[in-house]
């Protein structure tokens, strides 16, 4: 089956966005919104994004205009009718977006395939609002979509595999790396990222070192581009703040996803981040940015304590099944711009080396945040590497 006719639900960040990519891989594609506004600002910032790829020579005036024209926008869900596949990123609400399921199922063909681009809600959940639940999947983009390579592709226990194979099918033919991830919370990435940010708060709390420090540890010897406050920073610590809390909750509270008082604080305060001028950093014009410590012990403990954090998780991820080995680390390095996928990181540091750090971990702290993934301890017995 060839998918062709793509509608999108919601003209958003994410809905342009995937138009985008829709259009650009030769699809005729119907982006609706129920907000005029909504419509008249993404075809706005198409144009926008199409005339500057114009102007640095990346694309022809003649592709621009294929671009464009291959892209309706509509403010009624029936002109959706036609679409071989349906892509919903409207408001993260299990309830509007069941609704706009069951009235989408009343106007699309039997083949039509029903896609959700959330990030936190059970695919299986949304799925059961419909009549046919097998031709629901999971497709989760990442922002912005045109330019993140890695699409998370997520079956609920009800899609068939019929609609599994043509989505990923489908969304390889737009030229993205796909994973496929079990229907658990936080699917892959917004899951293995968790202590990134949760341990780099962790190490704050306790006095080890300050945002400038830990941040400059995991630039400099971590290699990641951004470091955890820069980067929550950059997310606005509300919206991470509420991704880390849900996925706690959804996790019936194991306290390996605990969120931190730091962060819960700076939210209420109204530091935010880039978006409020200011969060973990100060962004006001003439700020001066703090110093970290060049100390290089301390560099080394910090990025280690964060990285083997990041692997234990990976290694989790990949013991229960929720994905393989490859698609968990090009999850990371095409999703989140990792330096290197957690679980190829884990035998360059070698197995042995990580149950060593999460036993001393455990060791100091006797919290259940710090126990070491079974896969870990076993791979160690067996001498067993990742790849
Ligand atoms: P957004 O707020 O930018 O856009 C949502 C759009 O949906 C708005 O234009 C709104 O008018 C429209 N909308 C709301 N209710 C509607 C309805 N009943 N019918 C039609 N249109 C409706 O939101 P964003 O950030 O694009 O997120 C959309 C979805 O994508 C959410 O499920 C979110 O969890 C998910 N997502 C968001 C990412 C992000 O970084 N922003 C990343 C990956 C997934």
Not at 86 to 93: C, F, K, R, Y
Not at 201 to 227: P, S
Not at 228 to 239: A, H, K, S, T
């Amino acid at each position: 089956m060839k998918i062709k006719n793509i509608g999108i639900i919601g003209a958003g960040t994410m809905g342009s966005g995937i138009a985008q990519v829709a259009s650009t891989a030769g699809c005729t594609v119907k982006l609706f919104d129920l907000d005029q506004e909504a419509l008249d600002k993404a075809k706005a910032g198409l144009e926008k994004i199409m005339s500057r790829l114009v102007e640095k020579g990346r694309i022809d005036s003649e592709e621009k205009n294929r671009i464009e024209g291959n892209i309706s926008y509509v403010n009624s869900l029936k002109e959706l009718a036609n679409s071989d596949m349906t892509i919903e990123a409207i408001v993260e609400n299990l309830e509007i977006k069941k609704k706009v399921f069951q009235e989408l199922e009343g106007y699309v063909s039997d083949a039509c395939i029903i896609a959700s681009n959330t990030s936190s809600l059970s695919i299986a959940s949304i799925a059961s609002s419909l009549e046919k639940p097998e031709r629901c999947v999971g497709i989760h983009f990442f922002n912005p979509a045109p330019l993140m390579k890695l699409v998370e592709v997520i079956p609920a226990i009800q899609t068939s595999a019929a609609v599994l194979k043509i989505s990923e099918e489908t969304i390889r033919s737009w030229k993205k790396v796909v994973a496929v991830a079990k229907d658990t919370p936080g699917f892959i990435v917004n899951r293995v990222a968790r202590p990134f940010y949760g341990e780099a708060l962790r190490i704050y709390e306790e006095g080890i070192a300050d945002f400038a420090t830990i941040d400059h540890a995991m630039k400099t010897v971590g290699g990641f581009r951004m470091g955890p406050f820069e980067l929550m920073d950059f997310i606005g610590n509300d919206v991470n703040y509420t991704v880390t809390e849900t996925v706690f909750e959804a996790f019936y509270y194991d306290p390996r996803y605990k969120p931190a008082f730091t962060q819960k604080r700076f939210a209420e305060a109204g530091y935010l981040g880039r978006k409020s001028g200011r969060g973990y950093y100060n962004y006001a014009e003439g700020a001066v940015k703090p110093e970290p410590l060049k100390d290089g012990n301390l560099l080394e403990s910090i990025k280690d304590r964060i990285i083997i954090m990041l692997i234990n998780e990976a290694a989790d991820t990949l013991f229960l099944n929720i994905a393989s080995a490859e698609d968990i680390d090009n999850a990371m390095t095409k999703g989140v711009n990792y330096p290197k996928g957690l679980l190829a990181w884990a035998d360059e540091k070698g197995i042995d080396w990580c149950v060593t750090e999460m036993d001393n971990l455990y060791d100091l702290y006797h919290e259940d945040r710090y126990r070491c993934s079974p896969l870990l301890r076993s791979m160690k017995k067996e001498h067993k590497n990742f790849f």
